[in-house]
C-alpha cells in the first residue's frame, strides 16, 4: 500500500558536483551543487541561488565540475557549507587548484574527473540563476579509467545526495545492460 506525501520534494537522491569558478582577483571558490546535471551530450546545467561562485562564473563565463566521491565527502560537504564570502575555501579545504588549459576556471587536483566548461547561456543574474555552459575538455585521473578505457563509476564512487535523510550516499553497483536488460520482454 502507498502513502501520501504531499508535495514531498525528495523523488530521488541528486549528484553531487563541485563547481569551481574564480573570482575577479583570481581566487578560487568551490561550491556544492546538487541541482545540476547533464543537459545535452556536451552540456552541464546547473540552478543556484546567490552565491559567490554564481558572481563568479557570471563575471568570468566559464567553470570546471567535478563529481564528488567517496574520499573526499568531507570536503564535498564543506564546499557545500562555508561560504566563500566569508572565507577562501580553497585554502581551507588543502586541495590543490590549479588553472585549467582550456578556460578560465580551477581544476580542483584530488577529484579524479573535471568537465572545463564555457558558459552558453544564463538566465537570471549574480544573485541566483540557471547556467548552462559547454564541456570544452574532460580531465580523468587515469585510476578510475576501465579496461575499456572510458570512465569506471564503480571505481569512481561518485556520491549522491539523499535529502529525505541528509546525508551522502555512493552510486551503487551495476544491475543490468542499458537497451539490453528489458530485451527480454521484446
Known sequence: ???????????????????????????????NA?????????EICFNIGDHKSTANIVKKGAFTVAPADAAHVVTADYFGIATGNKVNKAERSGLTFTKSEHVDAPVIEEYPLTMECEVTEIQGDEHGARIVGRIVNTLVDESILGEDGKVDFGKLKPLIYDAAHMTYRVVGEEVGGAWDAGKSLM
Open 1 to 31: 500500500m502507498k502513502k501520501s506525501l504531499g508535495s514531498a520534494g525528495e523523488l530521488f537522491p541528486q549528484s553531487v558536483f563541485i563547481i569551481a569558478s574564480y573570482d575577479e582577483h583570481g581566487v578560487p571558490n568551490a561550491m
Open 34 to 42: 546538487a541541482w545540476a546535471g547533464e543537459c545535452s551530450r556536451h
